[in-house]
């Protein structure tokens, strides 16, 4: 609430977010509006798709469910908003064509809860610890990526690709505000 919402470049504040619901010109949060590029970069369908928005934070599972039953491209998908208490998930996202993941859970969808050719977006990002890594650990998503890959369309990876989306994003709102700003 601090924040000028012209400054907003998260697209946070309750008034940019209320404005993106409302479907007016405003700031998108950054990670949601990655996940639109790469719906977009990559000319992928959604208009009459089943979306599957699993987790339902406010910084990417609820903006994702809005933004992709929005009256444009990518969206005029019907949206089911799902959580880790969600009974029949894997019921629910083998029905979907377009699986987005953020639920903080890594592995979390596999292969039997995905039907043949949806496309997958993995949001999720954990660190897990790991005696073949330097660091000490390896950042895993919440897509079970080896098992759930061939049966993909088209899948993101954990990590490279929609946290670099985000931080992308970001840097395009900053853009954004200083362009409104000058008027």
């Known amino acids: 609430m601090a924040i000028d919402p012209d400054k907003d470049v998260d697209g946070f504040h309750p008034s940019n977010f209320g404005k993106m619901a409302l479907e007016m010109d405003t700031f998108i949060p950054a990670t949601p509006f990655g996940i639109i590029e790469i719906l977009k970069r990559y000319q992928i369908e959604t208009k009459g798709k089943h979306v599957v ?4 934070s406010h910084i990417v599972g609820k903006p994702m469910s809005i933004l992709m039953s929005r009256k444009a491209y990518p969206g ?3 949206v089911t908003l799902a959580h880790s208490h969600t009974k029949n998930l894997a019921a629910i996202s ?5 699986i987005i993941i953020a639920l903080g859970i890594p592995n979390f969808l596999k292969a039997d809860m995905v039907k043949e050719g949806a496309v997958i977006i993995d949001v999720g990002i954990t660190r897990v610890p790991s005696e073949d890594s330097p660091k000490g650990y390896k950042i895993l998503g919440d897509v079970d990526f080896d098992q759930v890959a061939p049966k993909s369309s088209y899948i993101t990876p954990v990590p490279g690709g929609v946290g670099p989306m985000t931080i992308a994003m970001l840097l395009k709102n900053t853009l954004l505000a200083r362009q409104r700003s000058l008027g």
């Open 76 to 78: 005029n998908a019907t």
């Open 53 to 56: 928005v699993i987790g339902r």
């Open 94 to 98: 083998k029905q979907a064509d377009i």
